[in-house]
């Protein structure tokens, strides 16, 4: 798999309502589902369940669910060297665990679900930057 074909992938959510612990292109999706989406298109089945979470998912507990699954599933970058293709995740305020994924569309952009919103492709602006907690390539990435 390439970088372009899973921004290309990522591109084809756009639009897909958003939907709590859902992972249905076009039907319904929330960030987690978007990049499980994703990793079936590219990879296959996916690798593990993702345990039911609520909208604030981990953060009651402070664990790190998310950030612990990515570094199961995924191969931990810096967070400065992500390029399109690529997966971020976020902190949502100041020592809360990681419960927000993105993928990098291209320079300063990413594709991401959350509440109120459909997918979209939005500006990697300072207000998401300076939440980046963590960054991850796909693993058997051609690059």
Not at 12 to 24: R, V
Not at 39 to 54: D, I, N, S, V
Not at 58 to 66: I, S, V, Y
Not at 81 to 96: W, Y
Request: charged letters at 25%; a negative charge; proline letters at 6%.
């Amino acid at each position: 798999m390439t970088r372009a074909e899973i921004v290309a992938t990522a591109r084809d959510w756009l639009g897909t309502p958003y939907q709590h612990q859902a992972s249905l292109r076009g039907v319904g999706t929330d960030c987690l589902g978007l990049l499980r989406g994703v990793w079936r298109t590219h990879c296959g089945e996916e690798p593990e369940l993702a345990p039911p979470y609520t909208s604030d998912w981990a953060e009651a507990l402070g664990e790190e669910t998310l950030l612990n699954a990515a570094r199961r599933c995924l191969v931990e970058i810096p967070a400065g060297s992500a390029e399109p293709g690529d997966v971020l995740l976020f902190r949502m305020g100041t020592g809360c665990p990681a419960k927000h994924c993105a993928i990098v569309s291209g320079k300063d952009r990413i594709i991401h679900a959350y509440w109120g919103h459909a997918v979209v492709e939005t500006r990697l602006v300072p207000w998401w930057r300076r939440r980046i907690a963590a960054a991850f390539k796909f693993p058997d990435l051609e690059d």
